[in-house]
T-cell receptor, first 115, second 110 residues
Framework: ETGVTQTPRHLVMGMTNKKSLKCEQH?????MYWYKQSAKKPLELMFV???????ENNSVPSRFSPECPNSSHLFLHLHTLQPEDSALYLC??????????????FGPGTRLLVL | RKEVEQDPGPFNVPEGATVAFNCTYS??????FFWYRQDCRKEPKLLMS???SGNEDGRFTAQLNRASQYISLLIRDSKLSDSATYLC???????????FGTGTSLTVIP
């Protein structure tokens, strides 16, 4: 399935590095999301974009910086991360978040390890 | 209090068994409900939406009890391929937030 793709699939970075995660959806959706999934914790919503506009930022530290150049692409720029930021970062898309309740489709995730 | 609570399990059941998972949610304004399945080291995938009247898809039956604020998933005739983590997801229309449970781990044993 290639509806939502994410690169890279795995990333190891030092605390002083700068890296970016990329997400692309081929479903014609208008809403895109970043989630963080840590062990033994529920998925945490980080950011939401609807029609390229950021509609939610769930108190995410500024070392995470999202970018949405168009409805098909979403980036997460990472800078001076901490070891506790190590997690699986999942991108998702849905048709139109303003309607609420629609199905989200997830990408395969980027497994991030911060050393 | 967590928005969504699930029994993390693990549930270990033999093939052919029937297993049920429950999930409770705290926000009475919740509008939409889903069960997602997540295989080890894979992304979550929608298993089924949960409707007020209850719904069935093959061996899977989902129920919603708004009065008690819980959702259930029943799996009949368990298959080895059903082994996964099952995530309960609740959508609250105000603010349009999706809340995920921590997941319930199921292992079906031959």
């Amino acid at each position: 399935e290639t509806g939502v793709t994410q690169t890279p699939r795995h990333l190891v970075m030092g605390m002083t590095n700068k890296k970016s995660l990329k997400c692309e959806q081929h479903l014609g959706h208008n809403a895109m999301y970043w989630y963080k999934q840590s062990a033994k914790k529920p998925l945490e919503l980080m950011f939401v974009y609807n029609f390229k506009e950021q509609t939610e930022n769930n108190s995410v530290p500024s070392r995470f910086s999202p970018e949405c150049p168009n409805s098909s692409h979403l980036f997460l720029h990472l800078h001076t991360l901490q070891p506790e930021d190590s997690a699986l970062y999942l991108c998702a898309s849905s048709q139109d978040r303003r309607q609420g309740g629609e199905t989200q489709y997830f990408g395969p995730g980027t497994r991030l390890l911060v050393l | 209090r967590k928005e969504v609570e699930q029994d993390p399990g693990p549930f270990n059941v033999p093939e052919g068994a029937t297993v049920a998972f429950n999930c409770t949610y705290s926000n009475s304004a919740s509008q939409s409900f889903f069960w997602y399945r997540q295989d080890c080291r894979k992304e979550p995938k929608l298993l089924m939406s949960v409707y007020s009247s209850g719904n069935e898809d093959g061996r899977f039956t989902a129920q919603l009890n708004r009065a008690s604020q819980y959702i259930s998933l029943l799996i009949r005739d368990s298959k080895l391929s059903d082994s996964a983590t099952y995530l309960c997801v609740v959508n609250v229309r105000a603010g349009n937030q999706f809340y995920f449970g921590t997941g319930t781990s199921l292992t079906v044993i031959p």
